[in-house]
């Protein structure tokens, strides 16, 4: 019992949300004659409530959105954003999901269930049914899958630990003890190193994928949520909700060698196909900011009211999907408005 009160303590902190009307107004902060991707809000898709994390298809076909306040995943398609198809996944409280890199499978943890453990719920794609569930840790959050496709790792809060299920028969080989309540998860585009963010104590640790060993940590903000990795390999962005700000770390050194203040409290973090910009998602006042990698410069906020805690970029770049919790949408910004400062 006590597990499941400090689980929905957890979830409902992280999904509170206000009842103003969405507006939008732009900050831009981009230096003089240069382009940057001033996005605009093109269209908003009715998913279920309290949307928490979005994945985009491998392929940029589909866009999959986990509900946590309704416990299913919306699939929604991009040619027309529409959605085809909602996967009830209840009893359960959804939190963080992937796709394979084939696009094949979606992986959603859920954090309770009938069980002791949180489980791992398999959703095969070409029919989106449930096609398999794993035992994993107490309390799991964060999901990831390696860039090979071999391994997914998953982060389980209340454990202290990190599962990692081989994906030929998706059995858990290993279970990796890291810092306090884990959160996010991120893989390095080689599949050699899986980046862990600890809420609780406040750092990222770094395990080789090798043979699954903690081989550095890294301090970094006050409540850190998630973590991306640029496209490269050569930056870690790491969101710290309590200190409004964005870690960077440098991985060939695990060096943290910038922290950028945004507006808001940030929570997801996706980076864009190019590397060339960072967007971090707010929840409470809604603020989605825009990071220009080469100077690590905050361009641009769209504000609206409300909270977000998932944002992802299409493959090509162009768009960028973030989830609203209330009333339940997900926005989809045009990132193709480049404009001369």
């Known amino acids: 019992m006590k597990t499941l009160v400090a689980v929905l303590t957890f979830f409902f902190l992280f999904t509170s949300a206000s009842f103003i009307q969405p507006f939008i107004q732009f900050d831009v902060y981009g230096a003089e004659n240069v382009s940057v991707p001033v996005v605009k809000k093109v269209h908003t898709v009715d998913v279920g409530k309290f949307p928490y994390t979005v994945a985009v298809s ?8 986990v509900n946590g306040g309704s416990g299913n995943v919306s699939v929604i398609r991009t040619s027309d954003n529409k959605v085809i198809n909602t996967v009830d996944l209840r009893p359960s409280i959804l939190v963080g999901m ?4 084939d696009g094949a499978f979606v992986y959603v943890t859920n954090t309770v269930t009938a069980r002791p453990s949180g489980e791992v719920v398999i959703i095969r794609t070409s029919d989106n049914k449930v096609v398999d569930t794993v035992d994993v840790g107490i309390s799991s959050h964060g999901v990831a899958a390696s860039p090979d496709g071999a391994f997914v790792y998953v982060t389980n809060s209340s454990s202290h630990n990190v599962s990692v299920i081989r994906t030929s028969d998706n059995k858990v080989v290993d ?11 991120a893989v390095s585009p080689d599949s050699a190193l899986v ?27 006050g409540t850190p949520i998630r973590a991306a990795v640029s496209p490269d390999g050569s930056f870690l962005y790491v ?7 964005v870690s960077i770390i440098r991985t060939s050194d695990n060096k943290v060698v910038d922290t950028i203040d945004v507006k808001g409290e940030p929570i997801a973090v996706a980076v864009s196909p190019d590397g060339a910009f960072v967007y971090a998602s ?16 905050v ?8 909270s977000s805690f998932g ?3 299409s493959p090509d770049g162009a768009l960028v999907y973030v989830t609203h919790s209330y009333p339940g949408n997900l926005y989809i910004y045009n990132t193709n408005l480049g404009h001369k400062f």
């Open 98 to 101: 992937a796709v394979s890199p």
């Open 239 to 245: 969101t710290n909700v309590a200190n409004k700000n």
């Open 195 to 221: 980046y862990i963010v600890n809420s609780g104590s406040g750092d990222v640790s770094i395990i080789r994928t090798s043979d699954n060993k903690v081989v550095d940590t890294v301090d970094v903000g």
């Open 299 to 306: 361009i641009d906020t769209e504000y609206f009211r409300g």
């Open 175 to 185: 279970t990796v003890d890291v810092g306090e309540f884990p959160n996010g998860v």
């Open 311 to 313: 944002v992802a970029v």
């Open 58 to 65: 491998p392929d940029g076909a589909f866009v999959y959105v």
């Open 282 to 297: 707010n929840r409470n006042n809604g603020f989605l900011s825009i990071i220009r990698t080469s100077d690590n410069k």
